[in-house]
């Protein structure tokens, strides 16, 4: 099983022993629960670093809600045995202490990006993100990090973070990994009761559809209200936004004039789901 160290002075040691090698060492952000998304992430890590190592911190700082914080799914022993296969040097699963220790008064927030999309609906979110992204960088020493395009406005906050700031870490994105049916794979999937799960894929399927008429020249204005039934009419409580944007920046767009994401969030069976598809 893979060597697990939750202090980061132990980790500190390790990582600079590597560095005096000129081992190059990618990293892999994670909160836990992992699926295949994630396990995709450490097979393109294990690909692209001599050493690989995989985090595990359930954020409290990026939860705006305390029951998400507190539903969110906790498997460590899981979560290990499935990075096995996968040549993973260390797991580093740092108690609160080691990110948030006594007087830590530190916030990181990247403007502009983070107050559209989920940044407009999850107040905080990304600061969270932004605060404990750079200290696993730095904790970690990784000269690349590899995230999943699943979380497509975090790749693009946590890449405008990291050059703002000259962290010398390369930002690598992968593409995200979906269930046999469509539905994107998500940690919160395991939260999905069952009639809820059924209905899921509905998300990335009228996503799929609008993506197509997107390509043939339709507009968000004529598209987004059947859209926004037809996730109603297949189970889904809300729709917080589907929107168009640009691939890069994410500027707001109405039709298709440069490569670009199709970006949404819905609620379906109490369960916040999000998914994004490249068009164009
Ligand atoms: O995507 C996630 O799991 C988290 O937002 C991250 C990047 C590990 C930061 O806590």
Not at 49 to 77: C, G, K
Not at 91 to 101: D, H, K, M, N, T
Not at 169 to 194: H, M, Q, W
């Amino acid at each position: 099983m893979t060597e697990i160290i939750r202090d980061k002075a132990a980790l500190r040691a390790r990582v600079t022993a590597w560095k005096r090698a000129g081992e190059v060492i990618g990293v892999v952000p994670t909160m836990g629960a992992l699926h295949e998304g994630h396990l995709s992430l450490a097979q393109a890590a294990r690909a692209g670093a001599d050493r690989v190592i995989v985090t595990i911190f359930v954020n409290p700082r990026q939860f705006n809600n305390p029951s998400d914080l507190e539903n969110y799914p906790r498997t460590e022993h899981q979560d290990a045995e499935k990075l096995a296969p996968f040549g993973v040097d260390v797991i580093y699963v740092p108690g609160p202490s080691e990110i948030y220790p006594d007087g830590f008064a530190t916030s990181v927030h990247v403007e502009g990006l983070t107050e559209i999309l989920c940044g407009a609906f999850r107040p905080g979110h990304f600061d969270g993100v932004t605060t404990v992204v750079p200290k696993l960088f730095l904790q970690t020493g990784a000269d690349k990090a590899w995230f999943g395009e699943k979380d497509y406005q975090q790749l693009q906050v946590v890449r405008r973070m990291a050059a703002d700031l000259d962290i010398p870490v390369e930002v690598i994105g992968c593409p995200t990994v979906r269930e046999p049916d469509g539905l994107a794979l998500s940690s919160r999937n395991l939260l999905l009761p069952a009639d809820a799960r059924a209905k899921a894929p509905a998300l990335g399927h009228v996503m799929q559809g609008m993506a197509e008429a997107l390509a043939q020249g339709g507009t968000m204005a004529e598209l987004v209200a059947p859209a926004e039934a037809a996730l109603a009419g297949a189970g889904f409580d809300k729709v917080e936004y589907l929107e168009l944007r640009a691939a890069d920046g994410l500027a707001l767009l109405d039709r298709l004039d440069r490569p670009a994401r199709l970006l949404a969030a819905a609620w379906i069976g109490g369960v916040r789901l999000i998914d994004n598809i490249a068009v164009g």
